[in-house]
T-cell receptor, first 115, second 112 residues
Framework: NAGVTQTPKFRVLKTGQSMTLLCAQD?????MYWYRQDPGMGLRLIHY???????AKGEVPDGYNVSRLKKQNFLLGLESAAPSQTSVYFC??????????????FGPGTRLTVL | EDQVTQSPEALRLQEGESSSLNCSYT??????LFWYRQDPGKGPEFLFT???AGEEKEKERLKATLTKKESFLHITAPKPEDSATYLC?????????????FGKGTLLTVNP
């Protein structure tokens, strides 16, 4: 049981380049999320999905797009990277229990640098 | 708006020196409070979910407690391997049930 995996682990882009980050989970979770983590800012939600074929905006969605074509995968795309998108990106998944409490499980992260 | 404040920002302990981390929160109603551990260069690792005031959960040297306004993560006789950033998050009963609000974390360093 791998849990939540992310690829790649590291990436360096030049301003204006595009890329896709891949998240996969093998826990059959309905919900998936993309966060960014910056020093002094904590974890901020970019986009999320409550099921296959659905996506929605979080707190900081500008400059990012997402897709959830399969239940186990959640893709995060940067169409035209900017230095402000230099960050560590985390994917998470969850299956709210009978209480409704949304315990999220995180992947190992992708460290992205935009020059 | 939901708010989570963790204190202190950083804590340095000697091995065996017990202490507590604090998580103060403001929500309309609490559906769940979550504790995570994050090691440098890694993703947050789930530790506990607490649901209601008075609840306690334990795991090895860690014990999490919950009141109506705050949660404490008590660390008993810590070891150097307990060094990490500890994150607290809350889920409000109002609104969508996807959203967690995270604190900025407490960086714990345990010296041998």
């Amino acid at each position: 049981n791998a849990g939540v995996t992310q690829t790649p682990k590291f990436r360096v882009l030049k301003t204006g380049q595009s890329m896709t980050l891949l998240c996969a989970q093998d826990m059959n979770h309905e919900y998936m999320y993309w966060y960014r983590q910056d020093p002094g800012m904590g974890l901020r939600l970019i986009h999320y999905s409550v099921g296959e074929g659905t996506t929605a905006k979080g707190e900081v969605p500008d400059g990012y797009n997402v897709s959830r074509l399969k239940k186990q995968n959640f893709l995060l795309g940067l169409e035209s990277a900017a230095p402000s998108q230099t960050s560590v990106y985390f994917c998470a998944s969850s299956y709210p229990g009978t209480s409704g409490a949304n315990t999220q499980y995180f992947g190992p992260g992708t460290r992205l640098t935009v020059l | 708006e939901d708010q989570v404040t963790q204190s202190p920002e950083a804590l340095r302990l000697q091995e065996g020196e017990s202490s507590s981390l604090n998580c103060s929160y403001t929500v309309s109603g609490l559906r769940g409070l979550f504790w995570y551990r994050q090691d440098p260069g890694k993703g947050p690792e789930f530790l506990f979910t607490l649901y209601s005031a008075g609840e306690e959960k334990e795991k090895e040297r860690l014990k999490a407690t919950l009141t109506k306004k705050e949660s404490f993560l008590h660390i008993t006789a810590p070891k150097p391997e307990d060094s990490a950033t500890y994150l607290c998050a809350v889920q409000d009963v109002r609104g969508s049930n996807y959203k967690l609000t995270f604190g900025k974390g407490t960086l714990l360093t345990v010296n041998p």
